[in-house]
């Protein structure tokens, strides 16, 4: 099959594009034509390595995708050749006690796909049978990989760990990234008023068309926690979704006393320093969480396939160019997803 790969870790100049074998499914696996992978920042953290990072090359990137399932493994019951499915990457065992739990996220041997398993940059991968959601025909395979990893990750975030609720107040730190175009979009559904800081007035119009209430450009207010601390009524607000992980500092500010700081990543950096003071005298709660359980997997995609929510694609470029796309997502500089479209569309 063609997939682009790499063989050791470092920039853009390790991916190349070939001929890998392709992989046959096992017991209750399922063998995925693929149609579309979108991309993530995994994908390029992945391609640098970190230390300790082990795997087996060449590795394929890519934790998104959809496609037709071109065969099944034995024991495959819910799936059949021929149906369109979108991939869930979350890779939880289904054996462990957390598994076992409806916690799969929490899994004991948990994988992501593509990180460190084969993923999806490729004409076909291997996931199993738990791991397709049958897709209906009002959605097209592009929509349904650019969203498939970003709206469980924000769903898990705001609505099961976060217990986003209707009338309160939420703000988005950024506005234009895979998640927090998700976020802007299931906030206003659950009710909630939308604050949203940008980088640049283009990034802010994207939030706005999404139905973000209130934006702040960066750029014209480096001190944006002082701006949402006065639209509020110098109250704050109830909930800051913050991915960037060094505005931590500025987050502590613009939230309310108990409020709850919602973190999925850290774009901004791994390590930063914060201030405790805020934590115990603002009563904040800092709450973590990374992609989604099945069941919330299924219910925020059943919204996107009712187009009660949908990915926001930014480019699109054939799997050959995929070099390209990753610069670009280096870039920082898209609005919404990258998608590789693979095989003759
Ligand atoms: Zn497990």
């Not at 988005?172 to 990234?177: E, L």
């Amino acid at each position: 099959m063609k997939a682009v790969f790499f063989q050791q870790h470092g920039g853009l100049e390790v991916l190349q594009y070939g001929e890998l074998s392709t992989p046959t499914p096992s017991m209750g696996e399922v063998l995925v034509r693929l149609r579309a992978a979108a991309l993530n920042r995994v994908d390029l953290w992945v391609r640098n390595g970190w230390s300790g990072l082990k795997l087996s090359l060449p590795h394929i990137p890519g934790a998104d995708g959809a496609g037709v399932i071109e065969m099944v493994g034995e024991g495959v019951t819910t799936v059949s050749e021929g149906m369109a499915v979108v991939i869930n990457p979350n890779l939880g065992c289904g054996r462990c006690p957390e598994c076992l739990a409806g916690q799969d996220n929490r899994c004991r041997n948990w994988h992501l796909l593509g990180e460190t398993k084969s993923g999806t940059y490729a004409e076909y991968v291997v996931v199993p049978e738990r791991n397709v959601l049958p897709l209906p025909e009002s959605i097209s395979m592009t929509e349904a990989a650019a969203a498939a990893l970003v709206f469980q990750t924000a769903w898990h975030s705001l609505i099961t760990r976060g217990q986003l609720k209707a009338g309160e107040s939420v703000l988005i730190v950024g506005a234009s990234g895979g998640v927090n175009t998700a976020s802007i979009q299931i906030a206003k559904l659950a009710g909630a008023t939308v604050f949203v800081v940008g980088s640049s007035p283009e990034k802010l119009e994207l939030a706005k068309s999404l139905g973000a209430d209130y934006l702040i450009d960066r750029s014209q207010e480096e001190n944006w926690s002082k701006v949402v601390y006065q639209l509020t009524d110098r109250q704050g607000v109830d909930v800051v979704v913050d991915n960037v992980g060094t505005t931590f500092p500025m987050s502590f500010r613009a939230a309310k006393k108990g409020g709850r700081i919602l973190t999925v990543g850290n774009t901004g950096g791994a390590i930063f320093e914060i201030d405790n003071r805020f934590v115990f005298g603002k009563h904040l709660s800092i709450i973590g969480s990374t992609m989604s359980n099945q069941q919330d997997f299924r219910q925020v995609m059943k919204l996107v396939f009712e187009g009660k929510l949908r990915a926001v694609v930014d480019r699109v470029y054939p799997l050959r160019e995929a070099k390209l796309a990753q610069e670009w997502l280096e870039s920082g500089r898209q609005n919404g997803k990258i998608v590789l479209e693979i095989g003759d569309l």
